[in-house]
């Protein structure tokens, strides 16, 4: 399995006009990422988290450092990327299956071939009988299943998740990662995952990239020893319970 994303010294400055000061967001973050991997990135409020995913995005340009897809340097945004934000943003005069159909109908596919696209993701995110309704119509849970769905529906190779069930309750949080985990063994697209939670991190990840308070500067790398794919109670499990309790240790030093 090769690199699919690559960090390195990664630093981003932002020019704070109000105090004529500069904020420095991140700093020489560096770390990597494998081809159908699993990355979840956790550290506290305002550490860098989303900035990091929006300069893997090529939405933001860092200040320092440099950032390699497939060995490429990342300037701009790349077609092959996915993006899923805490609220799903869907149009609200348009159904599931038009809002999944979005992005195709953008590049110009032909309407034939959107509707299969979008009847395959439907299948994949499990909301068949669900096509025609609106995002009114759906719960929290459903409505991120189809955020999910327009991401795929551009058949990116990187999916880029930015605390995408941070505001869904308990229960819905946890059905949502298990499918997030059914999506990825049926899809095998790379993943970066930012999350407050470190359960949540545990659960989906590969590996945990902990960065610290501001500036954001990486604590340690953890890989995730921890079978796939992941069964119902793997947040029971001693090993489960030795990772939570080490990257608390690190998030509180």
């Known amino acids: ?12 400055i932002y020019a704070d006009s109000r105090k004529n000061s ?54 701009e945004p790349k077609p092959g990327i996915g993006m899923v934000f805490q609220e799903p943003h869907l149009y609200p005069w348009r159904t599931v299956e038009k809002n999944i ?8 596919v032909s309407k034939q071939e959107r509707r299969k696209i979008s009847r395959r993701l439907i299948d994949i995110v499990d909301l068949e009988r669900f096509e025609d309704k609106y995002p009114h119509e759906l719960s929290g849970g459903m409505k991120q299943k189809v955020a999910i769905a327009r991401a795929l529906a551009n058949e990116p190779d990187i999916l880029l998740m930015d605390e995408p069930f941070g505001a869904l309750d308990a229960q819905t ?55 796939r794919p992941r069964p119902e109670d793997i947040d029971l499990t001693e090993k ?9 240790r690190l998030l509180d030093h």
């Open 240 to 248: 489960f319970f030795d990772l939570q309790k080490m990257l608390t």
């Open 173 to 227: 949080r946890r059905l949502m990662q298990t499918e997030l985990l059914n999506i990825w063994e049926k899809t095998r697209k790379t993943i970066v995952f930012v999350t407050h939670s470190i359960p949540e991190a545990l659960i989906l990840a590969d590996k945990v990239v902990v960065l610290s308070r501001r500036p954001g500067m990486v604590k340690q790398v953890v890989e995730v020893s921890l079978p």
């Open 22 to 75: 500069e904020v420095v967001a991140l700093q020489d973050v560096s770390f990597s990422v494998g081809e159908e991997e699993i990355c979840s990135m956790i550290g506290p409020s305002g550490c860098g988290k989303t900035t990091c995913l929006e300069c893997i995005a090529g939405l933001q340009r860092p200040t320092c450092g440099e950032i390699l897809i497939d060995n490429e340097l990342v300037t």
């Open 1 to 12: 399995m090769g690199l699919k994303i690559v960090l390195r010294t990664l630093t981003k």
């Open 101 to 108: 159909e979005l992005g195709p109908e953008f590049r110009g």
